[in-house]
Nanobody, 123 residues
Framework: VQLQASGGGLVQTGGSLRLSCAAS????????MGWFRRAPGKERAFVAA????????YYADSVKVRFTISRDNAKKTVYLQMNSLKLEDTAVYYC?????????????????WGQGTQVTVSS
């Protein structure tokens, strides 16, 4: 699976952005997709994940009310709608193919990482 993330940018606090992750290649090797982020000086952290077939989702507690993950199976694309952005949401956002256990928030449950897209929230 090859993944291409896009949609990052600079936004003020309280603003919104929508990230996209387009999948190509052997997408059948994974049953879902996820978003992670790496803030400056921190480890890569789970954000959200979704199943291709049912659209079921799960989120990190820090984003649960503000972010929404969705997918378009026809386009093999997963989206992350981010609302009410905070300074602490500033990070490089990565998408990964979910091949591990459903509900896992571990980096090890995902692979085929995309190149990342920078999200910067300013005051």
């Amino acid at each position: 699976v090859q993944l291409q993330a896009s949609g990052g940018g600079l936004v003020q606090t309280g603003g919104s952005l929508r990230l996209s992750c387009a999948a190509s290649g052997r997408t059948l090797s994974s049953y879902g997709m996820g978003w992670f982020r790496r803030a400056p000086g921190k480890e890569r952290a789970f954000v959200a994940a979704i199943r291709w077939d049912t659209g079921n989702t799960y989120y990190a507690d820090s984003v649960k009310v503000r972010f929404t993950i969705s997918r378009d199976n026809a386009k093999k694309t997963v989206y992350l709608q981010m609302n009410s952005l905070k300074l602490e949401d500033t990070a490089v956002y990565y998408c990964g193919a979910l091949t591990g256990s459903w509900g896992s928030r571990s980096v090890a449950a995902f692979d085929s990482w995309g190149q990342g897209t920078q999200v910067t929230v300013s005051s």
